[in-house]
C-alpha cells in the first residue's frame, strides 16, 4: 500500500489568514462546576483506586497553572465556524467561515480530528473552573455537529455518520487502498463527545455519540474476521478505548462488541506473551491500543487484556524510551534499546507522551502500589510535555516533535495554520493537569505528583493543600484543614535516595524510593507533612551506547544551551567540570565546544541545546 503524505508535507500545505479572537480569561483558582460528572452504568473492574474530579483539584501558581491559562485563553480565542466548516460542506450545507490551514485544510484527509481535541479541551476546562463560556463553546459545537450527522443520509451517508470527510474515506479502508486514518478521526470526535457528555453534562452529545457508534458497529459487524483485522493496519487511534468508555457508562453491550472489533490481533499476541515485535511500527499508532485493551480489561475483568496493556507499557519504557521520557524517531518505533543511534530532528513525538501518561494513569488505577507508574509520569510530564508548550505564546502553541539530535531547537504550532496531532493533544494535556495529582479509595489518598495544588475532598468536608516549587526546590509540604482518618500515600521516587518526611515536624518511617510511604492516622485541621526529596546529579547512559549520555539533577534532564550554534557533532562533556551555578537547577560545565551552561530542558526555550553529550572519562550512568 503506498503510505499516505507525511505529516510535515501536509503541515506545509496550509495557508490561512488570520481570525478575529475574543477576549482570554486566565484559568480560575477555585473552580467550581456546575453540572456533576455523568453516573456510568457498569463499575470499572480490577480498579483500586480513582483519581478525583477535575473540579475538586485547584492548581497553584506555578508552571502548571501558567501552562493551563494559556491553553484557556486559546480555546476562548479559537472560532468554532471555521472548525466546522468542512462538516458542513460535506453534508451540502452553506459555510462563509474562512476554513483553517494545515491538517484542517480542506484537502488533508485527517480533516475533522482537531474538533474532537478540542470539545475534550473544552469540557475538562469546563470542568475544571466552572467557567459557562468553554460550555457554550462546547455546547454549540456538538449541536452543530448533531445538525451535520442527521443529514447523513442526505448527503448520501449510511444513518449515524459524522465527519468532515466523506464515508468514501471508510471504503478504502475496508479495500485496502490509501487513505490517511480516517478511524484516527472519527475516534477523536467520538472521544470529545464523550467527554462533553460526562465532563460537561451535555445530553445531546451523548444521543450524537450512540448514533455514531451504532455506525461503528454496523459497518464493522458486516465485514469477516480476516477482513477487519486487515483494516486495522491502518491507524485507528483509540476506537477500542472509546468504545469500551461507551459501553462502560450505558451498559449497552452492542458498545463492547464494537470495541473488540478493533482488537489488533498482528499488535495484541506478542505482547500477551510479553514479546518486544515494535520495531518498525509507528509508534503512536500502537501506544492508544494499548490503552484500548486496559479499558477493556476494566469492563470484561478479562486478564490478558490487563497483561498486553501492562506488557506494552514495561517494554516501550524500558526499551524504547529516551531520557526525557519520550520515545520513537520519525514517528516510528525502532530496535529495542537503539537510542543513541536514533537522535534526530523528529524524535519524541508529543502525542506519544500524551499516550503514554494516559496508558499509566490506567496502569496505577490497577496497581496503585506501584510507584513506577507515576515516576514515569513525571519523567515524560516534566521533561518532555512541560516543556513542549511555548511559554512565549498566549495561546500555548505547541511542538509537534522534540529534537534530541545535538543542536536541535524546539518548533511550535500557531493558531490555524497548523492543528497538527500534537497541536490537538496539546490542547488536552493543558487542560488536564490537575486530574492525576492525587487519587483515592476510601479513606486512601495518594499523592502521586508534587505540583503546587490545593485538593477539596468531595463529601469529606477535607481539603489537602500541596505547597512547593519542586522541581526548583527538593520537596513539598502539605496542609490539612478539617479533621478525619486519611491513609495517606505519598509517592517516594525511585531517584530519592535519601527522602524523609516529617509530620508535624516528627520523622515518618519507613521512607523508602520506589514506593508509597504509608502514614494512615486521624489528621486534625493545620496537620502538616513535610516531603524531603534530595536531587542528585547523575548521568543516564544510551543503552546502546554507555559513552552517550544525559545529564539529570534528579529527575530532570539538563540541557546543554547552545543559543544560535547548530552543532554537526555530539559536544564531549568533561563531568569532572560541572559546577552549580546562579539559580535552581542550572550548573555550568566545559565540553569540547568550550564553556557551556546547563539548564532544564523544559526550561530552554528560543534557543539550539544538546541533550546528549558524549562522555569519555567515567563513563558509568544509569
Same mark, same amino acid.
Given at each position: ?108 484527509? @485527517? ?82 463527545? @464523550? ?253 502521586? @505528583? ?7 475532598w468531595p463529601g469529606r468536608g477535607i481539603t489537602v493543600r500541596q505547597d512547593t516549587t519542586f522541581p526548583e ?22 531517584? +530519592? ?78 563531568? +569532572? ?46
Open positions: 500500500m503506498i503510505p499516505p503524505p507525511s505529516r510535515r508535507t501536509v503541515l506545509r500545505a496550509g495557508v490561512l489568514a488570520a481570525a478575529a479572537a475574543a477576549l482570554p480569561t486566565p484559568a480560575s483558582a477555585s473552580p467550581a462546576p456546575a453540572t456533576p460528572a455523568a453516573a456510568a452504568a457498569r463499575p470499572d473492574i480490577g480498579v483500586s483506586a480513582e483519581l478525583f474530579p477535575l473540579g475538586a483539584v485547584s492548581l497553584l501558581p506555578g508552571p502548571f497553572q501558567a501552562s493551563t491559562a494559556r491553553t484557556h485563553a486559546y480555546l476562548k480565542f479559537l472560532d468554532p465556524d471555521r472548525l466546522l466548516h468542512t462538516f458542513r460542506l460535506n453534508v451540502g450545507l452553506p459555510s462563509s467561515a474562512t476554513p483553517c490551514g494545515g491538517w484542517e485544510s480542506p484537502a488533508t484527509e @485527517l480533516r475533522g480530528h482537531s474538533t474532537g481535541h478540542l470539545l475534550t479541551a473544552l469540557a475538562q476546562a469546563y470542568a475544571s473552573t466552572g467557567d459557562a463560556a468553554f460550555k457554550a463553546k462546547g455546547e454549540y459545537l456538538v449541536a452543530q455537529l448533531a445538525i451535520c450527522q442527521d443529514r447523513a443520509a442526505t448527503a448520501g451517508f449510511n444513518t449515524g455518520y459524522l465527519s468532515a470527510f466523506p464515508e468514501s474515506f471508510i471504503d478504502r479502508v475496508e479495500a485496502r487502498q490509501q487513505v490517511w486514518a480516517p478511524y484516527y478521526t472519527l475516534h477523536k470526535i467520538m472521544a470529545g463527545l @464523550l467527554d462533553m457528555h460526562v465532563l460537561a453534562g451535555n445530553a445531546q452529545a451523548l444521543t450524537v455519540l450512540t448514533r455514531k457508534a451504532a455506525w461503528v458497529g454496523w459497518r464493522n459487524g458486516r465485514l469477516s474476521y480476516p477482513q477487519r483485522q486487515a483494516m486495522l493496519r491502518t491507524e485507528f487511534g483509540g476506537m477500542n478505548e472509546v468504545l469500551a468508555n461507551l459501553y462502560q457508562l450505558t451498559g449497552t453491550q452492542a458498545h463492547l462488541t464494537s470495541a473488540q472489533y478493533f482488537d489488533h490481533a498482528e499488535i495484541f499476541d506478542p505482547l500477551a506473551v510479553n514479546r518486544d515485535a515494535l520495531d518498525g511500527y509507528h509508534a503512536n499508532t500502537q501506544i492508544p491500543k494499548a490503552i484500548g485493551a486496559i479499558r477493556e480489561y476494566h469492563a470484561t475483568g478479562t486478564t490478558r487484556y490487563r497483561d498486553i496493556a501492562s506488557n506494552f507499557f514495561d517494554i516501550v519504557v524500558g526499551a524504547h524510551s529516551y531520557a526525557i521520557g519520550g520515545n520513537s524517531n520519525g514517528e516510528y518505533f525502532k530496535a529495542p534499546g537503539r537510542i543513541a543511534a536514533e537522535l534526530s530532528d523528529n524524535t519524541c513525538e508529543s502525542c506519544n507522551s500524551y499516550n503514554m501518561l494516559k496508558l499509566a494513569t490506567q496502569l496505577f488505577r490497577t496497581r496503585p502500589g506501584e510507584a513506577r507508574y507515576f515516576d514515569f509520569y513525571e519523567k515524560a510530564l516534566y521533561n518532555h510535555l512541560l516543556g513542549a508548550q511555548d511559554p512565549g505564546s498566549s495561546h500555548g502553541h505547541h511542538s509537534y516533535f522534540t529534537p534530541l539530535r545535538p543542536g536541535g531547537i524546539r518548533t511550535y504550532s500557531n493558531d490555524y495554520h497548523n492543528f497538527t496531532c500534537c497541536h490537538g493533544t496539546g490542547m488536552e494535556t493543558n487542560t488536564g493537569h490537575s486530574r492525576q495529582i492525587y487519587a483515592h479509595a476510601g479513606t486512601t489518598l495518594w499523592v502521586n @505528583l508534587f505540583i503546587a495544588a490545593t485538593l477539596r526546590t527538593p520537596g513539598s509540604r502539605l496542609t490539612i484543614t478539617g479533621s478525619g482518618p486519611i491513609d495517606l500515600r505519598v509517592r517516594v521516587p525511585a531517584w +530519592a535516595t535519601g527522602a524523609r518526611i516529617l509530620v508535624n515536624g516528627a520523622p515518618h518511617t519507613p521512607v523508602t524510593p520506589g514506593s508509597y510511604a504509608r502514614i494512615n492516622r486521624s489528621w486534625a485541621s493545620g496537620d502538616v507533612v513535610e516531603i524531603s526529596l534530595p536531587m542528585a546529579l547523575h548521568r543516564e547512559s544510551t543503552p546502546d551506547n554507555r559513552a552517550v549520555q544525559a545529564v539529570k539533577h534528579g529527575p530532570i534532564v539538563l540541557a546543554g544551551a547552545y543559543g544560535n550554534t547548530n552543532l554537526t557533532s555530539m559536544p564531549a562533556l568533561r563531568p +569532572a567540570t560541572i559546577r552549580p551555578a546562579s539559580g535552581p537547577l542550572r550548573y555550568t560545565a566545559t565540553a569540547s565546544t568550550g564553556p557551556v551552561t546547563l539548564m532544564p530542558f523544559y526550561q530552554l526555550h528560543g534557543q539550539r541545546y544538546t541533550v546528549y553529550w558524549q562522555v569519555t572519562e567515567g563513563t558509568t550512568g544509569r
